[in-house]
């Protein structure tokens, strides 16, 4: 699977848009790109992924550039409860279940009142 | 939906004793289970892949005698860490792969081990 680097920590003001960055240059065709979360002493929350067209739930926006090799996950109205360890992971889809995860270092981020 | 549970969520246990830590999908039918382990200040690690029905595959360095991994029913993995020693202490996680290839997480077992 293709390697992720992100900045290790990021601060946001409460209310505001969070913005975080991810540069996945090596990512193959067949790769998505998925973000999770993880606040403290929890187990990692899924929140969004994609393959080459932007994505938004209800919790997240995913922003993919058009060449893949980065992409952006906002967090329009980010809380305090947002304050967590965010993960960027690429890996192959498509529906094979025995695909792992691989976690990097994340990107933590703190938002403050 | 897509809900994962683990039991129990702390355990303190002696040095030399064994511990079982279960692993469900409460909401969806998982064929792979994913069992990772997290060290302070550390990113998680995968320590073994398991399938429904047959044996689990280890990462390099994970010693499958002592990480005892059963994948029984589509809805359950447990993990039995066998005599355990005080760095085994670690908060071990499990995650389930739902059908549409994402994995959801449990929320996470933290084991002392005294």
């Known amino acids: 699977d293709a390697k992720t680097t992100q900045p290790p920590s990021m601060d946001c003001a409460e209310g505001r848009a969070a913005n975080l960055p991810c540069n996945h240059s090596t990512i193959s065709g067949n790769e998505y790109v998925y973000w999770y979360r993880q606040i403290h002493s929890q187990g990692p929350q899924y929140i969004i992924h994609g393959l080459k067209n932007n994505e938004t739930n209800e919790m997240a926006s995913l922003i993919i550039t058009e060449d893949r090799k980065s992409s952006t996950l906002i967090l329009p109205h980010a809380t305090l409860r947002d304050t967590a360890v965010y993960y960027c992971i690429v890996r192959v889809g498509g529906g094979n279940a025995g695909n792992m995860l691989t976690f990097g270092g994340g990107t933590r981020l703190m938002v403050k009142p | ?114």
């Open chain 2, 1 to 114: 939906g897509a809900v994962v549970s683990q039991h129990p969520s702390r355990v303190i246990c002696k040095s030399g004793t064994s511990v079982k830590i279960e692993c469900r999908s409460l909401d969806f039918q998982a064929t792979t289970m994913f069992w990772y382990r997290q060290f302070p200040k550390q990113s998680l690690m995968l320590m073994a892949t398991s399938n429904e029905g047959s044996k689990a595959t280890y990462e390099q360095g994970v010693e499958k005698d002592k990480f005892l991994i059963n994948h029984a029913s589509l809805t359950l993995s447990t993990l039995t860490v066998t005599s355990a020693h005080p760095e085994d202490s670690s908060f071990y996680i499990c995650s389930a792969a739902s059908i549409t290839d994402t994995q959801y997480f449990g929320p996470g077992t933290r084991l002392t081990v005294l």
